[in-house]
């Protein structure tokens, strides 16, 4: 793909399903009885890898364009599937579904692309053991591929090292099997959609401070949950927005709870002028967000906001370049164990670019302001690299090739030509 600086960027753009919240209708969906009826559902790869596994465990799912009917079999109604489980490229889809494949009365060898077997899985597979589970990293290196023999599981109170939604999501829903309490206390506040969707679905789930309890329930009852539109993909126009000069842009249909919408805060500070309209809740709360081009500062990003806004730090590093003065990037070492090591590639590719940046061991520094120029992009095969690079491709002098740029079907599909619409 090659890209251009943008001239104009005006009009408005509606942001295709929450891939978080998508990938755990699905679950809950196959584990509730009854039929669940997924509307706005992100019909990305990584949820197509969610859907095959479930399907492949007997799930029916019947896929229309923008929504999913689940024909959940309760908690107890999955079968051995034939041959190995594929994640993909999907960390979630990993380490969620290892969750439930401990309680199962049945073995399973779960995998996924070369990116999905180099990230850590020690962190799901120590507490999971903990409750009693019997999984093993295939290849002794704590990488899928895993081996997962399903037992009998007990309640747990885990202090997780990390704020990671997929380590809390894990155990609480292994704690949906388990005999007696879950808890998972974790140093700060991860995204809730799982604790906000169980309880939706009859779980009976609370949270205090950093800390959800979940109580075993004999039953989850199928639901119609309405998937708001991404925050994480609505990121990039929120950047285009604001960067391109006199830019104006409508971003319909977004999800803003608190612990996914960091960015927003963080782009506010930086001087971002952002209107919420139309706020309203389904579930989860939603607004209609209007992005104007705006003069940023940079600013320091560090602490407990780190993990509200994880996803969104390579957009975030690209609005830094542009800022005036400096932006601190610390507390985010997580950067480094993601579909592609953030950290080193961010700084690669905008150093090249011509941008001030400075890796450190949990973040980075930017020393804003300096012109962008383009050059030769490699995703690594990581969808939110790429389509960072194609906002920064629309600021930068000349032109910018994104090598691997089909990478963004992982989380939002027609993310191109919605740019295209908006540019053109
Ligand atoms: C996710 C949680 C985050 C995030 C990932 C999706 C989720 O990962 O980076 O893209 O859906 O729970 P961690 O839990 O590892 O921080």
Not at 133 to 138: G, K, Q, V, W, Y
Request: glycine share 10%.
């Amino acid at each position: 793909m090659i890209l251009h600086k943008a001239h104009h960027l005006k009009g408005e753009v509606t942001i295709p399903g929450d891939k978080s919240i998508s990938h755990r209708a699905v679950m809950l969906g196959s584990l509730a009885q009854g039929t669940t009826l997924v509307t706005n559902f992100l019909q990305g790869a990584d949820c197509l890898s969610t859907i095959d596994c479930f399907s492949r465990m007997g799930i029916a799912i019947e896929k229309t364009p923008g929504q999913i009917l689940i024909h959940g079999k309760g908690l107890h109604g999955l079968r051995k599937p034939d041959g190995i489980l594929d994640a993909g490229n999907s960390g979630t889809t990993t380490r969620l579904i290892s969750g439930i494949l401990a309680a199962q009365p049945f073995e399973t060898t779960l995998t996924g692309d070369a990116s999905i077997r180099r990230r850590p899985m020690r962190r799901i597979m120590e507490p999971l053991s903990m409750m009693g589970a019997d999984i093993t990293s295939i290849n002794a290196n704590d990488c899928a591929p895993l081996h997962i023999k399903g037992a009998p599981l007990h309640g747990i109170h885990y202090h997780s090292k990390v704020a990671s939604a997929q380590v809390k999501s894990a155990v609480l829903l292994a704690g949906l099997y388990a005999d007696g309490i879950t808890k998972v206390t974790e140093p700060t506040v991860s995204r809730n959609h799982s604790e906000i969707m169980l309880r939706c679905f009859g779980a009976k789930v609370q949270t205090e401070d950093t800390t959800v309890t979940l109580s075993p329930d004999p039953a989850l009852y199928c639901q119609e949950v309405c998937v708001p539109g991404d925050i994480s993909s609505a990121a990039y126009f929120i950047a285009a927005g604001l960067l391109v000069p006199g830019a104006e842009v409508l971003i319909q249909n977004v999800g803003i709870n608190p612990t996914r919408a960091g960015i927003l805060k963080v782009a506010r500070e930086m001087g971002g002028d952002i209107t919420y309209l139309n706020v309203r809740q389904e579930g989860e709360p939603m607004a209609d967000l209007l992005v104007r081009n705006s003069a940023l500062h940079g600013i320091t990003i560090e602490g407990a906001i780190i993990p509200t806004l994880i996803d969104e730090l390579p957009i975030i590093n690209i609005m830094a370049s542009c800022a005036k003065g400096t932006t601190i990037i610390r507390d985010a070492a997580e950067l480094k164990v993601k579909e592609s090591n953030r950290i080193d590639v961010m700084v690669n590719h905008l150093s090249a670019m011509g941008c001030d940046i400075t890796g450190t061991e949990d973040g980075m520094i930017i020393n804003g302001g300096k012109s962008l120029h383009g050059t030769l992009i490699d995703s690594h095969m990581d969808h939110r690299i790429a389509m960072s690079f194609a906002i920064a491709a629309l600021i930068a002098d000349g032109e910018t090739e994104i090598l691997g740029s089909d990478v963004v079907t992982i989380s939002y599909p027609d993310f191109y030509e919605d740019l295209h619409r908006l540019t053109h």
